[in-house]
């Protein structure tokens, strides 16, 4: 058993960027294993439903370039989770483009491992009908129609097909949808290192530099694993760890402050000691994990909903502005009016008001308007995008000629940002699957391929 591990993250999620010198000073700490994250469901359910990647081609293409070139020269593995943004199919083969597009350019040769997580429906169906799929956060029991209507569906994996493609001899792991920390906790886990400790530490790392001060995605994070142990600290000496910020990052995104719950088990955070090294790292001491009874994987479905055509306008007129609720409420009737002879099921029409709760929305606890201005988006939701567009073109024209009490402005009561005015935006999405499926073993959902990946003069 080595006597560490250090885990390289160059970054929160690929295609972010890094500095390219705090990734030289990452590699002259010799890691064992490069891993970054490649996606989340903080976008949104679109990405997963339309099969696209939040990220852009040529900025992944260029943080892969560098990784991958390290990777094989020191003869490490390189390995990206949730690939494409979403982690379906269309996402994983996405990113395996890109990856044998620099292999050909620069003549690379390697095996590469693909792991797929887009989940075929009569799995789920079967796994419904058996009583395995139970919910989760929303509270909402699946129903066999939830699956029927999802574009696509897709499970987080855990660690351990990440581990089977180690011992396949992978040098390029690239995998589906996975949760966040399986990749980067792969390495130390093939060595033997405290489950709770890994995956505690690759918790923080699969943010990248988050957990520092001042804090990014767009930037290196290295850990270090050791016996009883981990240290997290920056390659970039403009930023550094501390025990506030170590210990803040570990409770990012979660809602219980004592256990992080992933496939397979929990974190267990009871005994969790920070300890400032120095001044940009931190020892971090007493994580645990706790094995479930029963292995359960999330399921990600989304299902699309209609489309979308928004407009953005500004309104700058004092009275306008204390009036903005009922000019709302007259803008949507009048609108129901023009259209009485669609069902009111066939659309939705949305403002959002910046400047008054275009943020919290009905949460917003300030319920006076201070701004002299307000920004507006006159949001559309309809079955078809020419029902969408036809709604939103009578929303938006209402709305800059309505009248109110006391406006003086005859000509329009809207500065419109763009022209045109109106823009169409295409497929809505909502999450239709978000469960918990439980198996039998945690890599039968993961099917692997094994590619030997030869370049353009090989």
Not at 119 to 134: A, S, W
Not at 180 to 205: E, S
Not at 392 to 397: D, E, I, K, L, P
Request: with cysteine.
């Amino acid at each position: 058993m080595e006597d560490e591990i250090r885990v390289l993250a160059p970054q929160g999620l690929l295609g972010y960027g890094f500095p390219v010198k705090s990734f030289q000073e990452a590699l002259r700490r010799n890691p064992h294993v490069i891993a970054v994250d490649g996606g989340s469901t903080d976008p949104g359910p679109y990405y997963l439903g339309a099969g696209v990647s939040f990220t852009d081609q040529l900025a992944v293409k260029r943080d892969l370039e560098f990784m991958l070139e390290a990777a094989l020269d020191k003869g490490i593995p390189l390995i990206i989770g949730t690939a494409g943004g979403a982690g379906g199919k269309p996402h994983l083969d996405w990113n395996v483009d890109i990856v044998k597009e620099i292999a050909k350019e620069r003549d690379y040769s390697f095996l590469m491992a693909v792991i797929s997580a887009e989940i075929n429906k009569d799995v789920i169906f079967k796994k419904l009908t058996d009583g395995k799929i139970r919910t989760f956060e929303t509270r909402k029991e699946l129903k066999a129609e939830d699956v029927s209507r999802s574009t696509r569906i897709v499970a987080q994996m855990g660690v351990e097909p990440f581990l089977k493609a180690l011992d396949a001899g992978a040098q390029v792991i690239v995998a589906g949808r996975a949760y966040d920390p399986a990749c980067q906790a792969a390495v130390p886990l093939k060595h033997g290192f405290d489950c709770g400790l890994v995956m505690h530490m690759c918790k923080i790392l699969e943010c990248g530099a988050i957990a520092c001060v001042p804090g990014t995605a767009s930037d290196c994070l290295l850990g270090t694993i050791r016996k009883d142990h981990f240290i997290v600290e920056p390659t970039n000496s403009d930023r550094r760890c501390t025990e506030v910020s170590v210990a803040a990052h570990t409770l990012y995104e979660k809602g219980n402050t004592d256990f992080l719950p992933g496939p397979g088990g929990a974190i267990d955070l009871r005994q969790v000691k920070f300890e400032q090294m120095g001044d940009r790292a931190v020892k971090v001491s007493g994580s645990r994990f706790i094995k479930d009874d029963v292995y359960a994987i999330k399921l990600e479905g989304a299902a699309r909903v209609g489309f979308r055509t928004i407009s953005i306008a500004g309104a700058r007129c004092p009275k306008m502005i204390s009036q903005i609720d009922s000019i709302i409420t007259g803008v949507k009737e009048r609108v129901q009016e023009n259209f009485i002879t669609v069902p009111t099921t066939d659309y939705q029409t949305i403002f959002h008001i910046y400047g008054k709760n275009g943020v919290m929305g009905d949460l917003e606890p300030e319920k006076t308007i201070r701004s002299h201005e307000l920004g507006i988006v006159i949001e559309v939701v309809a079955k078809t995008q020419e029902l969408a567009n036809a709604i939103c073109s009578v929303a938006r024209s209402v709305m800059l000629h309505f009248g109110y009490p006391g406006r003086i402005a005859t000509a329009g009561n809207l500065a419109f940002l763009y022209s045109p005015s109106d823009l169409k935006a295409g497929e809505v999405y909502e999450f239709s699957v978000y469960h918990l499926m439980e198996v039998t073993d945690s890599c039968e959902m993961f099917p692997m391929e094994l590619i030997k990946v030869r370049g353009n003069l090989s």
